[in-house]
């Protein structure tokens, strides 16, 4: 049963349930459409917020990561520690956002849309391998999802 909670995931995962891919075989990285035309149907719509909406969570990772060096060496903590390590992250994320502080990370990332952080080479060793995968992706999309997606789509579409 579907719950209504999915992680956005990229276009190497099936959309199956809990998680909420692109269409594939549409544009879908933000600088296809800088260096192009504006998205147009259904499905480009789609795949522009859903690339925009995946550039904010990364990039807030990234900062988050460069702020709290913690979350870099999280495979080395049970789930549910790193569950508590997110949320505490989270919570002083927005303290200091709500609280107008000066923040150099968060300023960095303010300033340049574009900013991508990155890890210093000496916490390389905690980053997951660039050949790191979830062998759970192998199953095909769920009829619900797409289904899901696909009136998505259609709502946001309806909705310009």
Same mark, same amino acid.
């Given at each position: ?5 999915y992680?956005?995931?990229? &276009? ?24 192009? @035309? ?11 917020l ?19 060096? *913690? ?13 508590? *390590?997110?949320? &505490? ?6 303290? *200091? ?6 923040? #150099?990370?968060? #300023? #960095? ?8 952080p990155?890890?210093?080479? #000496? ?11 979830? &062998?759970? @992706? ?14 998505? &789509?259609?709502? *946001?579409?309806?909705?310009?």
């Amino acid at each position: 049963m579907f719950s209504g909670k999915y992680y956005v995931v990229d &276009a190497g995962y099936p959309n199956r349930l809990g998680y909420l891919s692109p269409y594939k075989g549409e544009r879908y990285h933000v600088p296809d459409w800088r260096r192009g @035309t504006a998205p147009s149907g259904e499905q480009e719509h789609f795949n522009f917020l859903h690339s925009s909406l995946r550039n904010v969570v990364e990039r807030t990772f990234g900062v988050w990561k460069m702020k709290w060096r *913690i979350l870099l060496k999280m495979p080395s903590y049970p789930m549910s520690k790193q569950k508590m *390590i997110v949320a &505490a992250t989270m919570c002083l994320h927005n303290f *200091i956002r709500e609280n107008h502080a000066l923040d #150099r990370h968060f #300023r #960095r990332c303010d300033r340049n849309p574009d900013y991508v952080p990155t890890i210093p080479e #000496r916490y390389a060793r905690h980053a997951p391998s660039r050949n790191a995968s979830d &062998a759970s @992706t192998s199953d095909a999309n769920d009829m619900t999802m797409d289904r899901f997606r696909d009136d998505l &789509a259609q709502a *946001i579409l309806q909705s310009r």
